[in-house]
């Protein structure tokens, strides 16, 4: 579903991405963790080209994204993303802020789109504040109804940036349980995350990447339980508690 | 005493005066529904121009904002009333005012939606921009509204500076408010008239000075 | 002809420049001149204002904003022409340079004056609290510890205002004030040429594209200050 092949990525002369190779397949839930500066919320920005790769091939379903003359807004529909702090716009109601790309990019009419967008929210569990406003939502409201507006495009992979760093404690398991639901609804997704229970729970397979480079990867139980690299074990046991 | 009153609040002069100042506040007002509207949309042209990815473009529309934020608007306005007709191209007063204004105008108004711009994360544009909608349709629907919004007080600020910039018009004779009232001065010798168009932008602007103020309190909070 | 040549005829005549380029050049030292008294007497004069109106004082506050008022919402070439006109009917003679640095020193010290209110307002409150309990008067507190701090969060806007304010200095023009655009004009007329024009305008230019610079270098400087 998703495909990173020898992904190179540079800030500059600051080499971000080494030569990622990343397959990940339908239904997968992919966790991926790493220190800060490992190049993990980099990776996950050059699957929808927020930033670009400079060398190296990104596919979505069958389609090379990375090529020159790729229609990228109809393909980042595909592709949801849900970032750190949210981005939610301030000046549009929650149902106003998931509906919006469905009325000028798929072109949907005004009652459809809300339909769609009323839909999504539901999966989420925040009908009921579709005419809230962002400032009027706690930060795991927020995060969720962020989650709807990617949901709305029916996309076929999902790209979880930190998603719940930014929360307090107490509002994060909101946030995990709805992306559990979508896991069991058959979502296809990639995380950056440090919920390190959430991996064991709900990742098919745990990446760990360290300085531009994928260092191991395999299921929760290998990872947490036997990793064969030091730098794994090292950083596991300072951020898994 | 008496010679200031007279000289200056005299009320005979004003009542005489005033069918003339009165048909110069309409032209004033009209000019400020053609050059207000021409401003802003210009400044919105020049500010998102900046924001293209082609470094010439955004070269340019630096080197035009620069310019005109620094020539004076009378020099402009002379030099397009006055001076381009050596060079064959002639404008009514109206018109000429027009253009030097738009250019102005846009200048100005171009940096205060250009702050306006750069004051929204760019979280907003990428998440826009990750849900398939394109740099225009993201800056119209995501961006701009709420840098409009943070700009507001500014845009009001600079727009009371635009009226009180058509008493201007007046050097090039185009028959507004402030040329209506010297030419009743220049008649009656007396200079109430100009005392009369004074409490006139007086009464036009001082509402709206004191709504800037409020917006401007309320929106530091 | 090209539009290339008869731009170059009607404003790059080169001898029409060299012939009036000492004209043009006085006037710029007059612009100058005009500019420096002005920026220099109007935020002192806004300063005074501003302090005055600190105490509180509902007679002198009523005046202040009445004064400040005015001239915010009133156009400089109205009050310039009021006065160029109006007073020497009432026996006062004040000539054009004058009249000029008159009506634009007081536009900025009500300009200034509203900024460094706004300024001194923004100034928390702890900060006179902390200075009067170590016995410091209020004028004391009010120069040495809150003027200060007022004064660093004013200069943006008050940058902005003072170059805005100083380029009124053409309208001296209309008056007979023998700035810049005033030399210039005068030299089209008798050259029948737009050259001088040409010139005038470019020297305006340069005389301010370096003062925008260097007012969007000091924004920058005191920008981290703004919230």
Redesign the interface.
């Known amino acids: 579903m998703l495909q990173v092949v020898d992904l190179h990525m540079a800030f500059g002369t600051l080499e971000v991405l080494k030569g990622i190779d990343l397959a990940i397949t339908e239904r997968e839930l992919v966790f991926v963790i790493g220190p800060s500066g490992s190049g993990k919320s980099t990776l996950l920005r050059c699957c929808n080209r927020l930033e670009e790769p400079v060398k190296g091939q990104v596919f979505v379903d069958g389609t090379e994204i990375t090529a020159p003359k790729v229609n990228l807004n109809k393909f980042r529909q595909r592709i949801g993303m849900v970032f750190q702090s949210f981005n939610l716009y301030p000046h549009l109601s929650a149902l106003a802020n998931v509906s919006l790309a469905l009325r000028k990019v798929s072109k949907r009419s005004r009652v459809e789109a809300g339909e769609l967008a009323m839909a999504a929210l539901q999966r989420v569990g925040l009908v009921d504040k579709a005419h809230s406003y962002p400032n009027e939502l706690s930060g795991g409201q927020q995060q969720r109804v962020a989650i709807a507006r990617a949901l709305a495009l029916e996309p076929k992979v999902m790209l979880f940036d930190e998603p719940t760093s930014a929360l307090d404690p107490e509002l994060v398991g909101d946030v995990l349980n709805v992306m559990k639901d979508m896991k069991d609804a058959g979502m296809t997704m990639l995380v950056v995350s440090h919920e390190m229970r959430f991996a064991r729970n709900a990742a098919d397979r745990v990446v760990f990447m360290d300085q531009g480079v994928i260092v191991e990867e395999g299921t929760p139980k290998d990872m947490f339980g036997k990793a064969q690299h030091k730098r794994t074990r090292d950083f596991l046991q300072q951020v898994d508690h | 005493m008496e ?2 009153i007279h ?2 609040f005299n009320l005979d002069v004003m009542l005489q005066a005033w069918p003339i100042v009165w048909r110069g506040l309409i032209l004033t007002l009209l000019l400020c529904l053609a050059v207000i509207p021409l401003g802003l949309i210009g400044g919105l042209v020049v500010a998102l121009a900046n924001t293209s990815r082609h470094r010439a473009v955004r070269w340019v529309t630096v080197v035009f904002v ?2 005109f ?8 306005l ?2 397009v009333k ?2 381009l007709p ?3 191209i002639r404008f009514s007063p109206f018109v000429a005012v027009c253009v030097a204004f738009l250019l102005n105008n846009s200048a100005y108004y171009g940096e205060i939606f250009r702050a306006g711009i750069e004051s929204i994360g760019t ?2 544009m ?9 740099s225009f ?1 993201a800056m119209t ?2 961006i701009l ?2 840098a409009a ?1 943070n700009v507001l007080p500014d845009l009001l600020s600079n727009t ?2 635009v009226v ?5 018009a ?2 090039v004779a185009f028959h507004e408010l ?1 040329y209506s ?2 030419m009743a ?1 220049s008649v009656t ?3 109430s008239p ?2 009369m ?2 409490a006139i ?2 009464i ?3 509402p709206v ?1 004191r709504i800037l103020g409020r917006l ?1 309190n309320r929106m ?1 909070t | 002809m090209s539009s290339w040549q008869r731009f170059a005829e009607a404003f790059l005549d080169w001898d029409v420049i060299v012939q009036y380029l000492p004209a043009i050049g006085s006037g710029l030292i007059v612009t100058v001149e005009i500019a420096a008294l002005v920026v220099i007497c109007g935020i002192v004069l806004g300063l005074v204002l501003v302090v005055l109106r600190s105490y509180r004082i509902t007679v002198v506050n009523w005046l202040i904003i009445a004064f400040v008022d005015t001239l915010r919402s009133v156009p400089p070439l109205v009050l310039i022409l009021l006065l160029y006109f109006g007073m020497p009917n009432i026996g006062i003679n004040m000539g054009g340079f004058v009249v000029v640095w008159l009506v634009l020193t007081l536009v900025l010290a009500a300009f200034a004056e509203e900024i460094f209110w706004a300024g001194l307002l923004s100034v928390d409150k702890g900060q006179w609290q902390a200075a009067r309990s170590t016995g410091l008067g209020y004028t004391q507190a009010l120069i040495y510890v809150v003027m200060p701090q007022a004064v660093r969060m004013t200069i943006p806007p008050l940058t902005n205002r003072t170059i805005a304010i100083t380029k009124n200095t053409a309208l001296g023009t209309v008056i007979g004030v023998a700035e810049i655009m005033n030399e210039a004009t005068t030299a089209v007329s008798f050259s029948g040429n737009a050259s001088p024009l040409f010139v005038g305008a470019l020297a305006y230019v340069m005389l301010f594209v370096p003062v925008v610079y260097l007012g969007r270098w000091i924004e920058t400087r005191f920008a981290w200050r703004k919230n």
């Not at chain 2, 990428?126 to 394109?134: D, F, K, Q």
């Not at chain 2, 009180?164 to 201007?168: N, Q, V």
């Open positions: 010679t200031l000289q200056f620069d310019f934020r620094a020539i004076p608007p009378l020099v402009l002379i030099f006055e001076g050596f060079a064959g979280g907003q990428e998440a826009a921009r990750s849900t398939g909608l394109s349709q629907y995501v509204p709420q919004r009371i500076e009180k910039l058509t008493s201007l007046s050097v402030l009232a010297d001065r010798y007396n200079a100009i005392v168009a004074a932008y007086l036009m602007l001082l000075v401007e530091s």
